[in-house]
């Protein structure tokens, strides 16, 4: 008989111990370390602000739903574990969206792709410019008849669109909430 591993080698012990009684144990806590170590908690998501300069929050679509609408927007590039969309007007063109993400440099790294993407493909969108407001760099673009602003605020990406003659003011006071996280 020809022996693979020594008698104190991890695959012979392993073997052993699933043969045994106590296998039965080991191929449990194994099994349930395995399942534990590869479920992604989900990142809390803020509250909306209910005013946003002279704007009213008129509609809320948030997790699995809100999930859905971003990935056909932006398919993989931008997929958060948890987001939030806000409706500001009932024509859904004063528009915040919210993307959560595990951490802040998984939220970095989807920004990063968004800009990319914005300006190497003909989504209708101008030229991607960044200005520093209120401490952090927000992107601006225009498209569709409306003005987009995007950031990053610790683990979130926020884009906020809006009416042209609105888009400064709103996003003023966007800039200063501090999405108190529920």
């Given amino acids: 008989m ?5 008698r104190y080698h991890p695959v012979h012990l ?5 043969t045994g009684l106590s296998g039965t144990f080991i191929l ?3 099994t349930t370390g395995i399942i534990s170590c590869s479920n992604k908690t989900v990142p809390p998501i803020p509250a909306l602000p ?5 704007f009213e929050l008129k509609e809320t679509v948030v ?16 997929s958060s574990r948890n987001s939030i969309i806000g409706y500001y007007s009932p024509d859904k063109k004063n528009a915040l969206y919210i993307s ?5 440099e998984q939220a970095l790294r989807a920004l990063e792709k ?3 993407k914005i300006e190497h493909t003909k989504a209708g969108f101008t030229p991607v410019r960044v200005d520093k407001r209120e401490g952090r760099s927000v992107y601006r673009t225009e498209g569709m008849g409306l003005h987009h602003f995007f950031y990053r605020k610790d683990n979130l990406i926020l884009w906020w669109q809006a009416e042209p003659e609105r888009a400064e003011e709103t996003l003023t006071c966007l800039l200063k909430d501090n999405f108190g996280l529920h």
Avoid: C, P, S, W
Wanted: charged share 15%; net charge positive.
């Fill in 14 to 18: 392993f073997l052993l111990a699933i």
């Fill in 2 to 6: 020809v022996r693979l591993f020594n």
């Fill in 50 to 54: 209910e005013i946003l300069g002279n």
């Fill in 28 to 30: 449990f806590a194994l």
């Fill in 100 to 104: 959560a993400f595990t951490d802040d």
């Fill in 114 to 116: 968004m800009v990319a």
């Fill in 63 to 78: 997790g699995v739903k809100a999930n859905k609408f971003l990935y056909r927007m932006h398919g993989a590039i931008t």
